[in-house]
């Protein structure tokens, strides 16, 4: 990985550099075979922390011992969020046979190039018990990744989230994606199973519409806008897929609809 130019950060011998190695810390195929739980652990960081330059893994043990509490929390919360609304909400979820947000980009995106923007996103709003009902990633999980070798933007409404409403910060969340989509000249993907605006947040929710409709216009023939309806959506999770290029329904499960149902 590092073509011997930096060496096995655990034993810093530059000979016994394996270039076959897998681990994301080019760890020698000596060390490889010790059983060293130190290494596992800064194989786990380097894995949740790819971010990081090679060039720095010989420093790597100060840095997990100086942050292991922190990286600890994170990863907790990293888990955490993975839950979205929890086990039962999920599992209602799966009784109506529908999937979860994460599970849907997962399987539309090529396996294991998801990469989560902000998943630990929470509101900020307090009025009405709200700070008791804080979900990491806010009811929208967002990233890019790559679709038979193309990138592409993608963004999902997670039902098991307060029945994926829209909060002010799932707003930003979706607009970021949209520039980031707009300025690497990606299309973006939206898949729809919402409830609409976050009622609690009244006007703040509304905004955050209005600002998605003024980047579906800033995107409209610059980039394909593609929409998913894989769920019941009202209100502006409708009006927002009505400006995009491409609107795709689920036969029984995708519905559209402007106001309540009747």
């Known amino acids: 990985i590092c073509g011997g130019s930096v060496g096995c950060p655990n034993c810093e011998f530059i000979e016994n550099c394996n270039p076959q190695s897998v681990s994301p810390l080019c760890i020698c195929k000596k060390c490889e075979q010790l059983?060293?739980?130190?290494?596992s652990y800064k194989k786990a960081v380097a894995e949740k922390f790819p971010m990081l330059n090679i060039k720095i893994w010989p420093e790597l043990d100060n840095f997990v011992i100086m942050h292991s509490d922190k990286i600890d929390e994170f990863l907790k919360k990293r888990k955490t969020a993975n839950q979205a609304g929890g086990q039962d909400r999920i599992a209602k979820q799966h009784e109506k046979g529908k999937l979860t947000a994460r599970e849907r980009i997962n399987l539309l995106l090529d396996e294991?190039?998801?990469v989560e923007v902000d998943?630990?996103?929470?509101h900020h709003y307090h009025e009405y018990d709200m700070q008791k009902k804080k979900f990491f990633g806010d009811g929208i999980?967002?990233?890019y990744g790559i679709i038979d070798g193309r990138q592409v933007y993608v963004f999902a409404y997670d039902?098991?989230?307060?029945?994926g409403t829209l909060s002010k910060m799932g707003a930003k969340k979706i607009t970021k994606l949209m520039d980031h989509a707009v300025r690497n000249g990606c299309p973006i993907i939206g898949i729809m199973d919402s409830g609409g605006a976050r009622i609690q947040e009244?006007?703040?929710s509304l905004d955050g519409f209005g600002d998605i409709f003024?980047?579906?216009q800033l995107a409209s023939g610059v980039v394909p806008q593609i929409t998913a309806s894989i769920g019941p959506?009202?209100?502006?999770a409708v009006y927002s897929p009505a400006m995009t290029d491409f609107v795709i329904m689920v036969d029984k499960l995708g519905t559209m609809f402007v106001t309540g149902p009747d």
Request: net charge negative.
């Open 35 to 39: 059983e060293d739980p130190f290494i």
């Open 119 to 122: 998943a630990l996103t929470t």
């Open 159 to 163: 039902f098991t989230v307060l029945g």
């Open 112 to 114: 294991g190039s998801f």
């Open 202 to 204: 009244g006007i703040q």
């Open 141 to 143: 999980v967002g990233g």
């Open 214 to 216: 003024y980047h579906n």
């Open 233 to 236: 959506s009202a209100g502006g």
